[in-house]
C-alpha cells in the first residue's frame, strides 16, 4: 500500500470525548505547527452538550495557506472508543492511526491499508501521575509529544509556547508538567517507532505577521473599538462568546481610570425579544449598541427588527449562524439565515447585511456596522457563522486608524436647534433618503418628536394618509439604495483567460473558495469570481452577473438563499444562477466546490 | 373632538413653575381616546405632576408599549422625546434607553394587556433589575383597541359587556412589584386625582423602579355592573393605606398633624414622602407586610390603593453594572476606543 506522503501539507484530526481537555492540547498542537511558520486551520466538529459526548478536532496542515476545509483525513487520532468505527472509517487509504494502545484491539477493528501507530498513552499516564484527573489531562499532552515526533515538530517550539503560556504567572508548577508530559510522549516514539512518518512539517516562513484567533473574539473586539457602549444578549451557541469577550475586554479597556466605573453596560437578557428591545432604547437614545444572537434569537426579535426599520433606529446585530430550521443543528455551521434577515418583519421591510469572510473581517466589520448603524438609522446584521465565529483562523492582523471619528450619522444638535435648521424627522432633506434626528433631552422647547412602529407624516406624526405612507415607503427605498455606496464593496478575481463563467460566493465560503479556484484554474476550468461582502448588492454586482453567461452562486444553505436574493433584487434570469449547496453543517471544502463545478462545466460541453 | 388642532396660545397670566413653563407646556396633542376614558386623568396627573415637580419637560424620556394606555404618552409632555414601541416590550426598550442616559428621567406607560399579558416577562425583569422609572399601568381590565376582551389582570367572575365570565386567575401586578424588588410601588384610581398626584410625584422622584398601578375603568367595554374595573366598584371597594404629600426639597415644612398620624419619608433627591396613615397598623417601609396585607385585603375584595412600599434609598441598575457618572450616550471615540498602540500588543499576544 502507497503511504501517503506530504510535507506541510496534510489533515490531522483528533478524536476525542468532550470535557476531557482535549480542546488545550490540540490548540497546543495547532500552534507549535504554526510557529514552525507553516500555516494551520484548525476547526472543532463539536456536540450541544458539555460532557462525554464525541467531538472532534480537524486540523488543516497547508504551507500555501488555503484555509478551508479540504476535506479528507490522513492521520486520525483516535481517543474515543464511542466513534472508533467511523474514525477509522474515515481515514484516506494510504493514511496513519494513531491510537492508544494500552487494551489490544482484534485486527478486525483497523485496516490494512492504513498505517496503524500504537501509543500506550493510557499506560505511560497512568505511570506517571497518580491523580486522575492529572491522567486525563496529560494523557492529551503526552498523545501531542508523540505526535510531535512522528511529524517531526521541534521539541523547542513547545518550550516556547508553554513558557508563554505558564512562565511568570505563578503557573510555573503546570509548566514542568506539562513539559514532563510531552517527553513522555516524543520519547516512548523515539525508543519504540520509526519517525517521522510520509506526512510531516517542515521548517517554513509562511505565517508572517498573521495572527489566530476566532471571529467572535474579533467581532466583540471590533464593538468595543466601534465605540459600543450597551450590549444586551441572551445566551445562544454559537454566538454567546461575543458578549462575553465584550465584557472581557471592556474590563480591560473601558474602566475609568480615576473612578473605577464603567464606560460600558452590559444586560443578560431574559430573551432575545428584550436584548434587541433594549439596543433599540439605546439605539434611539444615542448609544451604540448591539446584541449578538443565532437563528432562533433573530426568529425572536423579528418583531422589534421591523420597529427598527421603521422608526429608523441604530441596531447592530451580530448574527452567528447554525443549523436551521427550529433548533436545527446548534453546534453545526450553516449560512442559512439570509432571506431571515435580509427582510426580517412584517410587511415590506429590507436591511443592511455584512459578510466578514474571517475573523480579521470580523473585527473591520463589526466596527464598521455601528457607524453604518447610525449613518443608515437602521438595523445592520453582521452575517458570520459557526465555522468564522466559533474556530481559531490565521489571519491578516488587526489595524485601528487613529484618527478616525465614529461617525455618528444626522443627528442634530442644540446649537442647530436653537440657529433655527428646519427639522422634520421623517423628511428626506438631503436627497439620500436619511432623515435628520435628534436625541431625547436635546432642547427645551424644539425638535422634540415621537417615535413609532405606525406610519406618520414627514413630521413624524401620525397618518395613515396614502400619500405620507407612500413618500416614508419610497423613502426608505431610497436610503437603501445609499446603503450601496456605504457597505463594504464586491471583491473581483479574473480568471487568467476570457471566461463567461462566474462564481459567486460570500462569507466562510471565501478560504475554500481561493483554494478551489487556484485548483479550477491550474486544470483549465476558468472563472472569474465575485465575493460579495453586503447586501444591499451595488451595481457593480448587476454588471459583473451581466458579463457573464453563466454563474455558480456556492453557499452553505439548502434553499441557495443568496441566489433568490439575487433573482429578486437584480431581476437576473434564474437560469443564468447554478447553485452550489453545501449544508450537510460541516464547513464546505474545496474538494466539493472543485468537483462540483467541474462536473457541471463539463457536462455542459459534452 | 380630535379633529380639531389644540391651540397653541395659552393666557399670559398663566401660572409659571420654578423652570418658567406654564402647566400648558406639560400638555401634548389632544387625546383621541373615548370621552370619560380614566386614562385621559391619568395624563391630566401626569402632566400636573411635572409642572408641580418643576421638571423641564425636554428632560423626561416617555416609552410605551402598544394599546390605548400606551397611546397617551401623545397626549402629555408634548417637548419631551416618546416612544411607541412594540406590544408589551416597552420595559426592554426603557432599560436600553436608561443605559444609554441617566441623566434623564424614565416614564413608562404601559396597560393590563401591555404589561401582565403579552410583557408579563418583561415587566417583571424590568422591575427585578430595578431600572430607575416610574412605570404606570392604566389597568382596566380589558383590551380597548379590540373592543372589549378581557386582559390577564381581570378578576375571576367578572362580567364582560356581552355577559361573559372571565374564569381565570387575575395577575396581580403590584404582588409581582413587591416581591421582585421594585423599590416603590403604588396602586392608585384614576378617579382619585388628589391620591395619584403626589403618588407620581413621588414615583418620578424616586432613585429606583417605581410602580404604579392605577385603576383606570374603560368607559365603553368595562363599566357595567359586573366588571370590578368600573367606576362604582372600584369607588365603593377603594380602601386606601395611606394619603401622602410630596414635598420637594428644600421646602418648608407647615401642616401640623397629631404624633403618630404621619411618617416623613426623605428620598435620595431630599424629596419627602410625607404620609398620612389611614391605617395605623399598615408599614410602607415593610415589603413583607405590604405583600400580606394586600392578599389579605384582595381576598375580601378590596382594591387597597395609596403607596404601599417604599425604599426611601433605593439604587438602580446602573449602580450594580457600576456605570460611569457621564452618560454612555454622550462618549466618544477619545474615550470609548483602546487605539491602534493596545491592538499592536493583542496582535502580538494572538501570534
Redesign the interface.
Known sequence: MKRIAAINDFVIKFANVNGSGSASANELFAKAVMRMGVPVSPRNIFPSNIQGMPTWYEARVCEKGYHGRRGGVDMMVAMNPQTWDTDIAEISPGGYLLYDSTRPLPASRFRDDVLTIGVPLTDIANNAYTDPRQRQLFKNIIYVGALSVLLDVDAEVFDRLFAEQYKGKGKERLLESNVQALHLGRDYVKQHLQAPLGIRVQRADNVGDQIFTDGNSAAALGLVYGGATVAAWYPITPSTSIPEMFAKYCEKFRVDPDSGQHRFAIVQAEDELASIGMVVGAGWNGARAFTATSGPGISLMTEFIGLAYFAEIPVTIVNVQRGGPSTGMPTKTQQSDLLACAYASHGDTKHVLLFPQDPHECFTHSAAALDLAERLQTPIFVMTDLDIGMNQRLCKPFVWDDSKEYDRGKVMNAEELEAGKSFGRYKDVDGDGIPWRTLPGTHPTKGAFFSRGTSRNPQAMYSEAGPDYIYNMERLLRKFKTAEDLVPQPIFRKASAPTKLGVIYYGSTTPAMREALDVLERNGDHLDAMRLCAFPFPDSVRKFIAEHDKLFVVEQNRDAQMRTMLINELEIDPAKLVRVLHYDGTPITARFIISTIHDCVHKEVA | MTYIAKPKMHHPTLQTNKVGYTRRDYEGRISTLCAGCGHDSISAAVIQACWELDI????V?K?SGIGCSSKT??YFL?????????HG?M???????????R??LYLGVSGDGDSASIGL??F??AMR?CVRMAYIVENNGVYGLTKGQFSATADRGAKNKKGFVNNDNPIDLVGIALQLGATYVARSFSGDKAQLIPLIKGAMAHGGAAFIDVISPCVTFNNHGGSTKSYDYVRAHNEAVSRIDFITPGSEITAEYAPGEVVDVQQHDGSVLRLRKLHEDYDPTDRDAAMSYMHAHAARGEVVTGLLYLDALATD??TS?????QP??T???Q??????Q??DK??DA??
Do not use: K, W
Open positions: 423641564e419637560p425636554h428632560r424620556a416609552l404618552t401623545d408634548g417637548a419631551s422625546h416618546g416612544f411607541n414601541t412594540v416590550r420595559p426592554s426598550v426603557l432599560t436600553g434607553a436608561n443605559l444609554a442616559n441623566d434623564l416577562g418583561q417583571a425583569n433589575r441598575l446602573h453594572l457600576n456605570t460611569c457618572e454612555l450616550n462618549m466618544g471615540a474615550l470609548l476606543c483602546p487605539g491602534s493596545a491592538l493583542i496582535n494572538l501570534r
